[in-house]
C-alpha cells in the first residue's frame, strides 16, 4: 500500500483508501507494550528491513497537499503515542494551520496508550501538551479520532484509564475503538457485551471488531469466522442501539475490509453473507457477495466462492492474499515449524 510519489516510493506512508493516508512516524515504531497477538510485530523484533518508519516528512506533506482527495491523515505505528508532545505538534501543526491541507478534514491517532499507558493523558511531563495539541486541532476544526484499541473490559477498569478518557474528551477529540476478536482473551459475547457497554458508558464510540490477521501467533489466537459472527450476534443482544455502531467481525485483507454480515440459508446450502466495507477498487465498496458456509475457516483465504463460481469477483485483478513472511519468522523464531 506504500504509494509512489514522483517516480520513488513514499517510504512509512500507506494510502489504500482514496479517502485515508497512514503515516508511520519514524520515532513511533514502537508501542508502550508488546501485544503477541499484533499483525505489526515484524517492526518491534529489530530487523532494519521490516521497519517502515517515514524519515522525510516533508515529502508526505507535498504529497497529502497534491492529492486533495484526502481527507483523514491517520498517525499509527508502532503507537504514535510513544512520540513527545512536542514531536506530535511538529507533525501535526503543518496539517492544523496550513491553508494547503484545508482537504484533511479528520486526523486520526491509532493507539493502544488507553489501555497500556492512561498516564501518557494525566502526569507525563508533556500530557498537558499533548491534550492542547488535539485541543488546537478541533478549534482548528479538524475532527479529531482516537482509534483506540481494546481487547477487554477490565482495561477501562481503573480510575487512570477513565481520568485519561475524560480528559481527551474534553479536548473535543472523539474516541472510536477497535480491536480483534482473540481465542483466550476475548472469544465470549458476555466480554464484548460488558466490553461496548463500558465503552459506550464512558463516551466511546463502538467502531471495530477485527477478525485476527495471519500473524506468526494465529493458531494459538485466531477465532472462526462462524464463531465470530455468532459471538457478534449474541453480544448486541440487550445492548443499547448506540453501542451498535460497531461493524463486526471484520477482515482487513489485501483486497479490502469486508464485514461478515451473517449465515443465510438457500435450498439445503449455507451461505456466508459477506461485503465489502472499503475496497481497494471503489466500485467494490458496499458489494456483497456470498461463500460457502465454513465452520472453521478463520479467514477469507480459507472460504470458497458460493454456487461454483471457481473465484471471488474480486480475485481477477488481485494477488492472492498476502502471504505471510516465511522466511522473516523462521529468522526470528529459528523455528523449522512455519517452514
Ligand atoms: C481500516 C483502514 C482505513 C480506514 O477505514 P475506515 O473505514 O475509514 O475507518 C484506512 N486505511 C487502511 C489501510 C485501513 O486498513
Same mark, same amino acid.
Given at each position: 500500500?506504500?504509494?509512489? @510519489?514522483?517516480?520513488?516510493?513514499?517510504?512509512?506512508?500507506?494510502?489504500?483508501?482514496?479517502?485515508?493516508?497512514?503515516?508511520?512516524?519514524?520515532?513511533?515504531?514502537?508501542?508502550?507494550?508488546?501485544?503477541?497477538?499484533?499483525?505489526?510485530?515484524?517492526?518491534?523484533?529489530?530487523?532494519?528491513?521490516?521497519?517502515?518508519?517515514?524519515?522525510?516528512?516533508?515529502?508526505?506533506?507535498?504529497?497529502?497537499?497534491?492529492?486533495?482527495?484526502?481527507?483523514?491523515?491517520?498517525?499509527?505505528?508502532?503507537?504514535?503515542?510513544?512520540?513527545?508532545?512536542?514531536?506530535?505538534?511538529?507533525?501535526?501543526?503543518?496539517?492544523?494551520?496550513?491553508?494547503?491541507?484545508?482537504?484533511?478534514?479528520?486526523?486520526?491517532?491509532?493507539?493502544?496508550?488507553?489501555? @497500556?499507558?492512561?498516564?501518557?493523558?494525566?502526569? *507525563?511531563?508533556?500530557?498537558?501538551?499533548?491534550?492542547?495539541?488535539?485541543?488546537?486541532?478541533?478549534?482548528?476544526?479538524?475532527?479529531?479520532?482516537?482509534?483506540?484499541?481494546?481487547?477487554?473490559?477490565?482495561?477501562?477498569?481503573?480510575?487512570?484509564?477513565?481520568?485519561?478518557?475524560?480528559?481527551?474528551?474534553?479536548?473535543?477529540?472523539?474516541?472510536?475503538?477497535?480491536?480483534?476478536?482473540?481465542?483466550?482473551?476475548? *472469544?465470549?459475547?458476555?466480554?464484548?457485551?460488558?466490553?461496548?457497554?463500558?465503552?459506550?458508558?464512558?463516551?466511546?464510540?463502538?467502531?471495530?471488531?477485527?477478525?485476527?490477521? *495471519?500473524?506468526?501467533?494465529?493458531?494459538?489466537?485466531?477465532?472462526?469466522?462462524?464463531?465470530?459472527?455468532?459471538?457478534?450476534?449474541?453480544?448486541?443482544?440487550?445492548?443499547?442501539?448506540?453501542?451498535?455502531?460497531?461493524?463486526?467481525?471484520?477482515?482487513?485483507?489485501?483486497?479490502?475490509?469486508?464485514? /461478515?454480515?451473517?449465515? /443465510?440459508?438457500?435450498?439445503?446450502?449455507?451461505?456466508?453473507?459477506?461485503?465489502?466495507?472499503?475496497?481497494?477498487?471503489?466500485?467494490?465498496?458496499?458489494?456483497?457477495?456470498?461463500?460457502?458456509?465454513?465452520?472453521?475457516?478463520?479467514?477469507?483465504?480459507?472460504?470458497?466462492?458460493?454456487?461454483?463460481?471457481?473465484?471471488?469477483?474480486? *480475485?481477477?485483478?488481485?494477488?492472492? /492474499?498476502?502471504?505471510?513472511?516465511?522466511?522473516?519468522?523462521?529468522?526470528?523464531?529459528?523455528?523449522?515449524?512455519?517452514?
Amino acid at each position: 500500500n506504500v504509494p509512489m @510519489f514522483e517516480g520513488r516510493p513514499l517510504e512509512g506512508v500507506q494510502h489504500k483508501y482514496a479517502d485515508t493516508v497512514l503515516l508511520f512516524p519514524d520515532a513511533g515504531q514502537t508501542c508502550h507494550c508488546h501485544c503477541s497477538f499484533c499483525f505489526r510485530w515484524s517492526q518491534f523484533v529489530n530487523m532494519k528491513e521490516e521497519k517502515f518508519g517515514c524519515q522525510d516528512i516533508s515529502r508526505f506533506y507535498q504529497y497529502v497537499a497534491e492529492h486533495e482527495n484526502i481527507t483523514d491523515v491517520l498517525l499509527t505505528g508502532g503507537d504514535p503515542m510513544v512520540l513527545s508532545a512536542s514531536r506530535l505538534a511538529e507533525l501535526v501543526n503543518p496539517l492544523i494551520s496550513n491553508e494547503k491541507f484545508r482537504h484533511v478534514r479528520n486526523l486520526r491517532f491509532g493507539t493502544k496508550a488507553l489501555g @497500556f499507558w492512561p498516564y501518557r493523558f494525566i502526569s *507525563d511531563k508533556d500530557s498537558d501538551q499533548l491534550l492542547r495539541l488535539f485541543e488546537r486541532a478541533s478549534v482548528a476544526g479538524k475532527h479529531v479520532a482516537f482509534m483506540a484499541h481494546f481487547n477487554h473490559p477490565r482495561e477501562l477498569e481503573t480510575t487512570a484509564v477513565q481520568t485519561a478518557i475524560g480528559r481527551i474528551l474534553s479536548t473535543g477529540a472523539v474516541i472510536r475503538t477497535q480491536g480483534p476478536i482473540l481465542a483466550h482473551i476475548n *472469544d465470549s459475547a458476555a466480554v464484548w457485551r460488558e466490553l461496548w457497554e463500558k465503552q459506550l458508558a464512558l463516551g466511546l464510540l463502538p467502531y471495530y471488531m477485527f477478525m485476527e490477521r *495471519d500473524t506468526g501467533a494465529r493458531d494459538y489466537f485466531a477465532v472462526p469466522i462462524a464463531r465470530a459472527l455468532e459471538i457478534y450476534r449474541q453480544s448486541l443482544r440487550g445492548l443499547s442501539g448506540l453501542a451498535r455502531t460497531v461493524r463486526g467481525p471484520v477482515m482487513s485483507t489485501t483486497p479490502g475490509k469486508i464485514e /461478515v454480515l451473517g449465515v /443465510v440459508n438457500l435450498g439445503n446450502q449455507r451461505y456466508f453473507s459477506l461485503r465489502f466495507l472499503r475496497a481497494r477498487q471503489e466500485r467494490w465498496e458496499h458489494r456483497q457477495f456470498l461463500a460457502n458456509y465454513s465452520p472453521t475457516a478463520r479467514w477469507i483465504d480459507e472460504l470458497t466462492p458460493a454456487l461454483n463460481e471457481g473465484k471471488f469477483f474480486f *480475485d481477477e485483478s488481485e494477488p492472492a /492474499v498476502t502471504p505471510i513472511r516465511r522466511s522473516v519468522i523462521n529468522s526470528v523464531l529459528g523455528n523449522e515449524r512455519f517452514s
